[in-house]
């Protein structure tokens, strides 16, 4: 079945450590997106990608990376994590094209300690 | 630049009871597409309705439509026979045509009580 998926859903970990959340779909999309979303707040866009080997910042400043090796996979990657870094993280894929539909995996939701 | 405001941050109705959400949004441009996102409690972002703007029809999708005014701007979302599963956080988005990135409101909360 065509999805989009996200692991770890949960992840708490200590400050200072390196840590990738990963994000794979399964329908051909070229474009992916990364939002970080606090709970019950509005989302905002940290990271998006037209297609492999393209990567662009969104609006909202992180200091996590992306990479877009595969079509299907558009991990995030956190160097140093750090307690400002607490938050959901929320991937989303959509085909080229003006207006499309985003589809949206469950979420990572980190905390760090 | 663009922006997207949804005015009423919770909203409480009884089941079965028809509920408005309101939105507002900020372009210059005539080509765009709004949305509306559900996200239920600890559950997948899924999309409610899309409308394309160059479309004076209102989209519908059963108990689900809007009220499409695009010289006022407004795009609300019209519930009507709420049911619990109606219960989430509702986002309205935009996204000018050819633009890459969407825009999102700062959500509503919507609780359907039975």
């Known amino acids: 079945e065509a999805d989009i998926y996200q692991t770890p859903r949960y992840l708490v970990i200590g400050t200072g450590k390196k840590i990738t959340l990963e994000c794979s779909q399964t329908m051909g999309h070229d474009k992916m997106y990364w939002y970080q979303q606090d709970p019950g707040m509005e989302l905002h866009l940290i990271h998006y990608?037209?297609?492999?080997?393209s990567t662009e910042k969104g609006d909202l400043s992180s200091e996590s990376t992306v990479s877009r090796i595969r079509t299907e996979h558009f991990p995030l990657t956190l160097e140093s994590a750090r307690p400002s870094h607490t938050s959901q993280y929320l991937c989303?894929?959509?085909?080229w094209g003006s207006g499309n539909e985003q589809f949206f995996g469950p979420g990572t939701r980190l905390t760090v300690l | 630049a663009q922006t997207v405001t949804q005015s009423q941050p919770e909203m409480s109705v009884q089941e079965a009871e028809t509920v408005t959400l309101s939105c507002t949004y900020d372009?210059?441009?005539?080509?765009?597409?709004l949305f509306w996102y559900k996200q239920p409690p600890s559950r997948q972002m899924i999309l409610v309705i899309r409308q394309e703007a160059y479309k004076q029809q209102n989209a519908t999708e059963n108990r689900f439509s809007v009220n499409f005014q695009k010289a006022a701007k407004s795009f609300s979302l019209k519930i009507s026979d709420s049911q619990l599963g109606d219960t989430a956080m509702y986002f309205c988005?935009?996204?000018?045509?050819?633009?890459?990135?969407?825009?999102f409101g700062q959500g509503t909360r919507l609780t359907i009580n039975p």
């Open positions: 989303a894929s959509s085909e």
């Open positions: 372009t210059s441009e005539n080509n765009y597409y």
């Open positions: 988005a935009f996204i000018e045509g050819g633009a890459q990135k969407l825009v």
């Open positions: 990608s037209y297609g492999v080997n």
